[in-house]
């Protein structure tokens, strides 16, 4: 099973290490990259296959600094290079897990967008998301305790955008509303890091920036899936006869819960669960959602195993 995640937990230089480490990451990767800058000529954004695979790859700021859509464009392609790696060392997963921005990659992943497609609409929720202010905020205890702070915060108008476990959550909502909770979090001794993300997500005031997204998403054909692909947000896997653009537009303004779709993926019985992604922030919380489970839960590019083991 493949966890394709959020915009929270990626590292450019880990997707450098273990393309630079591996030939058939990096075979992947020129692959993957290949498509993605036919898109990102298209879209007049900088190439990112050279930048990245070449001899002095950017940093997460340079990133960042770029044109909008830069970013995204090149964390679709990192979760699209280990999805193609660890497909053809292990073979087709039996499901995914799409959580956030990573739906885009896991609905790619399944066959119901093309690779190019996938990479159009990972750009056009990145300019959507370019008017959506404010900014979102990881805090170290359960949902509970998260609604306790906002509370004590008098913090209305910040809200619960993402579950990641029973003992983490991210908040959603204006930097102002997200200082003051941030600060009742330090007052109570609970941890919390502001993601550098210049927007917020996952929030009801998102109504008609989830419109416009839903309104780029109906541009595009959509395939057949191949395997099972479960949304943190629709809570469940998206079935055929569903209105797909306007159920993924959802994760704009609706909430995503990880623990309750990975324990119905988990119904698949996964021999491993792969992160598909650079980091293991996914794979940490998979973890602990699934102890008891089986399966082995890996990170491939963070966890410290060796290539054959990924």
Known sequence: MHLFPGQGDFSVSALVGAVRAEAALRMA???????????????????????????????????????????????????????????????????????????????TAAGLLTLADGARVAHDLARVLASCPGGLTLLGCPEKCVQDLIGRAGAESVVVAVVNDDDSAVIAGPTTGLARVEKEAAQADVTAVRLRLPFTSHHPALQAQSEMFE???????LGEGRFPVYSAVAGRAYAADDDLPRLVADCLVRPARVPAVLRQAA?????????AGTGSALASSARRVLAGHPALVRAPLADPVSPSDR
């Open 215 to 221: 309104a780029a998403l109906r541009a595009y054909d």
């Open 267 to 275: 119904l698949h019985s996964p021999d491993v669960v792969f992160e």
């Open 29 to 107: 990767a020129e692959q993957v990259f290949e498509v993605v800058d036919e898109v990102a000529g298209e879209r007049g954004l900088p190439l990112l296959g050279p930048w990245l695979l070449g001899s002095a790859p950017p940093t997460a700021r340079e990133l960042a600094d770029a044109a909008v859509g830069t970013a995204q464009l090149a964390l679709f392609g990192a979760s699209m290079t280990v999805h193609q790696a660890l497909r053809r060392t292990h073979g087709t997963p039996s499901a995914a897990v799409g959580v956030s921005f990573g739906e885009i990659a896991a609905l």
